[in-house]
């Protein structure tokens, strides 16, 4: 499931109650509006990302030319994900709660999230290895058989050229029949 949410959804768990935005979200919270979002109906997926902006300031032009096109390179590339019954009665759950406990040394904290529904806003901060930081939002749409979410990603790190990276991909998700 989380595969599946993380390309179709892209971390689709990122949504508050109705605090304040700069107060960090719980662990409770986030989950608690998660499970407000409509639950995938299993079966299989074929899911696809689009990068539409991507930027690293700070490079010579030449170098970000390159860059520009390595990541243009993964336009349009399907992956398909067999979602369970299982999964799918879970929702995003394990998502959100990967994500907040930290998964292959990445862990996240939600500064707002809002689900309703079919819809997603959310926005949240995660580290990692290396000194990484990074800053998303999501902005999207789910339904049973199908989620199209928009993420914006500011990341920071020692190992990136000029220190910063930005970009912004599109992942489309569809149910296109049952796992095999």
Excluded: W
């Excluded at 499970?35 to 696809?48: A, C, E, F």
């Excluded at 309703?116 to 901060?125: E, F, I, K, P, V």
């Excluded at 990692?128 to 999501?138: E, F, L, R, S, Y």
């Amino acid at each position: 499931m989380r595969a599946f949410v993380m390309i179709a959804g892209g971390a689709l768990a990122l949504a508050a109650c109705s605090s304040e935005p700069d107060e960090p979200k719980t662990a409770e919270e986030v989950i608690a509006a998660a499970d407000k979002l409509t639950k995938p109906r299993p079966g299989l997926y074929r899911s696809t990302a689009e990068i539409v902006e991507f930027d690293i300031p700070g490079i010579p032009p030449e170098q970000a030319a390159r860059m520009r096109e390595m990541a243009a390179g993964l336009r349009g590339e399907e992956h398909t994900q067999c979602v369970t019954r299982e999964q799918a009665d879970e929702g995003f759950r394990r998502v959100v709660r990967d994500l907040g406990e930290g998964d292959r040394g990445v862990s996240c904290d939600f500064s707002s999230f809002e689900a309703d529904g079919s819809d997603l806003d959310a926005a949240l901060t995660c580290t990692g290895p290396g000194g990484v930081n990074a800053q998303m939002t999501i902005d999207g749409t789910v339904a049973p058989e199908s989620s199209r979410m928009r993420m914006e990603i500011r990341q920071e790190a020692a190992a990136i050229p000029g220190g910063e990276m930005r970009m912004t991909m599109e992942v489309e998700s569809e149910r296109v029949g049952d796992c095999p």
